[in-house]
């Protein structure tokens, strides 16, 4: 493998990791707060049909990317109600809202473009597109460095840049601000919170609706920046594997970057090396795209035991009268 392939690859690994990494530090709010999330799947398939409905009609990436976070929201407010508000079972919950969007994406597609339940094909000018970083064409001749700012730095959508920078700005909430100190005691132990006179309902409201928004970045980028508008059940699983991002990652957002790199690249070796040649032995395409999910499966089996998630996960509060 030369160099120029090695950048090629890794470009790749930037590009289809960064919607897991937007999922998983999504998964992050809302687990921290003691909501276990399985629906961060559905909300980033409505938040892909909302940005590429919008994006559409109205030409504007700008205009999607709103969509596709209000539809996001929108299905984590379902959540938080039925799981929070209604003490209903999270996972139960996070299941239904999968099962609500991936039936009515489908459903609004064929109603609205009647084309199978895609939208239209999107236009340059209703994508996000590359942003060339200053002197990358100047630094392109520099051996090593040039090759590595140009093609690897540069030339990414904003909500690439953007999702890098969600990882140190997600830490500092966490752990160095009051509102992430209260989040993450809620995660732990709601009743001391509660005697501390800070709602537990309204913090974990308040969690659900930063993963919404950050479901919804992760879920725009699929169609309106990494592909060219919304197909059927584009997220293809990616909400599932960012949640075993986040159980690797043992719910840290630097962990989580280094975790969904990973299966980025995974899925970028699998997309180049299609029926690959191993001396004679030939590795199947279909056993080089299932490489992502069967570490999934791997990182489930081995490490869900070892990673200890927030003591209140999954419990609704109760409050005490």
């Given at each position: 493998?030369?160099?120029?392939?090695?950048?090629?690859?890794?470009?790749?690994?930037?590009?289809?990791?960064?919607?897991?990494?937007?999922?998983?530090?999504?998964?992050?709010?809302?687990?921290?707060?003691?909501?276990?999330?399985?629906?961060?799947?559905?909300?980033?398939?409505?938040?892909?049909?909302?940005?590429?409905?919008?994006?559409?009609?109205?030409?504007?990436?700008?205009?999607?990317?709103?969509?596709?976070?209000?539809?996001?929201?929108?299905?984590?407010?379902?959540?938080?109600?039925?799981?929070?508000?209604?003490?209903?079972?999270?996972?139960?919950?996070?299941?239904?809202?999968?099962?609500?969007?991936?039936?009515?994406?489908?459903?609004?597609?064929?109603?609205?473009?009647?084309?199978?339940?895609?939208?239209?094909?999107?236009?340059?000018?209703?994508?996000?597109?590359?942003?060339?970083?200053?002197?990358?064409?100047?630094?392109?001749?520099?051996?090593v460095i040039g090759p590595v700012y140009a093609d690897?730095?540069?030339?990414?959508?904003?909500?690439?840049?953007?999702?890098?920078?969600?990882?140190?700005?997600?830490?500092?909430?966490?752990?160095?601000?009051r509102f992430g100190l209260r989040l993450r005691a809620?995660?732990?132990?709601?009743?001391?919170?509660?005697?501390?006179?800070?709602?537990?309902?309204?913090?974990?409201?308040?969690?659900?609706?930063?993963?919404?928004?950050?479901?919804?970045?992760?879920?725009?980028?699929?169609?309106?920046?990494?592909?060219?508008?919304?197909?059927?059940?584009?997220?293809?699983?990616?909400?599932?594997?960012?949640?075993?991002?986040?159980?690797?990652?043992?719910?840290?957002?630097?962990?989580?970057?280094?975790?969904?790199?990973?299966?980025?690249?995974?899925?970028?070796?699998?997309?180049?090396?299609?029926?690959?040649?191993?001396?004679?032995?030939?590795?199947?395409?279909?056993?080089?795209?299932?490489?992502?999910?069967?570490?999934?499966?791997?990182?489930?089996?081995?490490?869900?035991?070892?990673?200890?998630?927030?003591?209140?996960?999954?419990?609704?509060?109760?409050?005490?009268?």
């Amino acid at each position: 493998m030369d160099f120029a392939t090695l950048l090629q690859i890794l470009d790749s690994t930037v590009r289809l990791g960064t919607p897991l990494l937007l999922a998983c530090l999504a998964g992050l709010f809302s687990e921290r707060a003691g909501v276990f999330d399985i629906g961060l799947e559905g909300k980033m398939l409505m938040a892909a049909f909302c940005a590429g409905a919008v994006a559409a009609v109205t030409g504007s990436p700008w205009a999607g990317l709103l969509a596709g976070v209000a539809g996001s929201v929108a299905l984590g407010m379902v959540h938080a109600l039925a799981s929070i508000s209604f003490r209903g079972n999270q996972l139960i919950s996070g299941v239904a809202i999968n099962f609500l969007a991936s039936g009515l994406t489908v459903l609004l597609g064929q109603n609205l473009f009647h084309l199978g339940g895609r939208t239209p094909s999107l236009m340059k000018e209703g994508r996000f597109q590359p942003i060339t970083l200053p002197g990358a064409e100047t630094l392109r001749e520099v051996p090593v460095i040039g090759p590595v700012y140009a093609d690897l730095i540069s030339g990414h959508s904003i909500l690439v840049y953007l999702a890098f920078a969600l990882v140190p700005l997600s830490w500092w909430v966490l752990a160095r601000t009051r509102f992430g100190l209260r989040l993450r005691a809620v995660g732990e132990n709601p009743a001391a919170v509660d005697t501390a006179g800070i709602s537990v309902a309204r913090m974990r409201y308040l969690a659900l609706t930063i993963t919404g928004v950050l479901c919804g970045l992760a879920g725009a980028y699929l169609a309106i920046a990494l592909s060219a508008g919304f197909v059927k059940e584009m997220t293809a699983g990616r909400g599932y594997i960012a949640l075993a991002a986040l159980i690797f990652a043992k719910w840290r957002p630097v962990p989580a970057l280094g975790a969904t790199m990973l299966f980025g690249l995974l899925e970028a070796v699998s997309n180049r090396y299609q029926n690959l040649d191993l001396g004679g032995v030939v590795i199947p395409v279909q056993a080089m795209q299932a490489l992502p999910y069967v570490l999934t499966v791997i990182i489930l089996a081995g490490f869900v035991g070892k990673a200890i998630p927030p003591r209140a996960g999954g419990e609704p509060y109760v409050k005490e009268r």
